[in-house]
């Protein structure tokens, strides 16, 4: 069943439905060129000058909260989100805000790259030999002790995606410049705990251990608290799998994206 | 039988009239019960005297009612920033964008709703559709609204009394501060200086609203000021009023802070310092003329904004009796300056900054060379955002405390080409904010003579929540993780928290009723009422 979900995804890949048509179809890269300098202009100041936030969320991703498709993206750009900080920007023209939607999505969109294996293969290694799905989510089948992956191929390069199964340390992502999965080491009278910080305000900190239990704890009552910056609590892949086992793990991880 | 009714008219003129006299928000800081003005008095203090609730008390506290504010329909109004006026167990408050309500202070019960007729095309370049909150004199209740307009509103029913222009929001102004009720003035300033507006401050007539002086913050050629601009960058030079200033009715002497110069990040198209932008100016309250000024940042490039609460105290400094105005600047620098004539008295470094080595003996920044925007981008402390911005500091007057919620962040500042076009936003440039692990957030104690750091609380990201210090020794803040929290104001050991799920982005408030201490705040859209019982 595991091994057929994931054949799915991979089948996905190579399938090319027809979609409805995109506002971003006719733009040239001009427009793309255009939009990034109206991004700088109206969305810089909260969204940062890369779009990977500040006071506004992080643009650089698969997957917008607030705009399943590329028109739901428009229309925030014209309508603002009620009930959030983001302003409708009247200000831009219909013309404008299709090219600094375009600019947003290509945030978190990368090219496809040439893979460098067979995804169909790497979506078994995937599943056996790496045991992924033991910490990993894929288009609904593992356990959500990392992050879902069931779309890392739209966010995620050849690069990154290597440089995280061979030292994951280094490939930490942020959501608005908080570590995801930051391990911390907590400690209060009756038990230690490390794990992944969920989530943290000054007085009260939520942690998930590799197990996928979170325990709660609050400031005043820990005896010690260590934030380990730089280290991952994934295993280093590096030393386990043969270079074209490696080479297939990417080309399946690549594969995994929402449309093509 | 007309003799009577002539009695009856009279009493009803004096029962209407005699709700929040000029007197009475004079003496604000002795009627700890009610809180008649945004910051609580004309000092500007937001200093609760009430001691009810107090440090052996407080971790007893509880949520007595609470008020959900309605989502606007209005895009982009999510940001609830108020700060409620309590009268005489009433309480008024303003909702995103610029919707005024009156409430039952015992209950939370609504007992009026007004909402100005607002189009969903109302500009707002530079910040978020919000309010600060009202001012009340009299009988009436007055509102500045995200169009850039002044209403004044019956304060028993909420009835429109008269409804006044302040600008064109077409060109980018709008209201978003509470206005400050004085002796029969309503006086509010302006935003704007992202889209490249010349800023103001206003006096109005609280009676009919006619205009009755305009202080431009941005001087024309010829006024004393405009030798710090060249060529017409003056027209388009921001210098926006968006908080509300303190008053002393003693000096005479209105104190209100100016914002940025325009284009933010972009100083080549405005050589000078650029007054009086990003300085605090002293205004006769009768005629709107200066009566002195002093720039904090010359030649702002960061949008160092100067517009934080500046706090009336009066003191001995350097053996001498003193009439004092602090402020905690967007800058990293805590100031001491002699109100009566501006003259710098102290200054220091309070939260980190890496701009300027120092200030020089007149308050003037050493500002350190290569610390301006760049093409390719420049890190530098404190962030876009302040080492503290709009949300209130607290002066507690019994321990010559004062506390402030630090934004301890840095940003990398991008400079870019810029060219004005009405109603556009007018940049220059933006920034990169190092957010997340590589920020934070702390509430702040200094000794108010020194500048000197008594201790710190820290919190886990840069807040946008501000203070309140009372005479039962506490300090309430709030947090952007949702925490509405009590710090003991002699060691900043937190004694009380509580979880709201929402963003605190707003300053407390206190007031009593039924003899019962009350502490407000928010946390998302609702607001809290705390206290004992």
Redesign the interface.
Known sequence: MKAHASLIAVLAFFVVPAYAQSPFDALTAADLVDGERLFRLHCARCHGIDGAGGEGSNLVRAKLKYAPDDDALVGILSDGIPGTGMPSFWTLNEEQAVRVAAYVRSLGRLEQEEMPGDPVRGAVIYRDKGGCPACHIVAGIGKGIGPELTFVGDQRGLEYLERSLTNPADSQSQTMGYQDFLTVRVSSADKTVEGMRINEDAFSIQVRDVNGTVHSFRKDQLVSFEKIFAHSLMPEYGAVFADQDMADLLSYLMSLRSEE | MKKLTLILLALLIESANAQVGFDRLVGAAGDGDNWLTYSGTYRSERFSPLEQINTTNVRNLKVIWAYQMQ?????????VETTPIVVDGIMYLTEPPSTVTALDARTGKTIWTWSPDLT??V????F??VNRGVAVLDDAVYVGTLDAHLVSLDAATGAVRWDIEVAKNETGFALTLAPLAIDGKIIVGVSGA?AGVRGFVDAYDSATGERLWRFHTIPAPGDPGSETWRGEAWQTGGGSTWLTGSYDPDLKLLYWTVGNPSPDWNGDVRPGDNLYSCSLIALNPDTGELQWHFQFTPHDTHDWDANQIPILLDAEFNEKERKIVALANRNAFFYLLDRETGEFLHGNEYSKQTWASGLDERGRPIVLPGTEPTYE?NLIWPS??GATNWFSPSYNPLTQQFFVATRLMGS?Y?K?DVEYEE???F?GG??????????AGAIRALDVLTGKQQWE????SPPWAGVMATAGGLVFGG?N???V?ALDASTGK?LW?F?TGGAVRTNPMGFAVDGNQRIVSTGG?TLFVFGLE
Not at chain 2, 457 to 460: G, N, P, Q
């Open positions: 989502p606007s329909t209005q895009a982009g109004s999510g940001l969903d095309d500009l707002n370049i530079g978020p559709r992202e981008g876009l955002q990398v991008y870019a109603g556009q936003p940049l933006g920034e990169q904010a190092l957010s997340g692990d590589d920020a609380f820290m919190l886990h947090s993780e949702g925490n929290f937190a928290n979880q859209r």
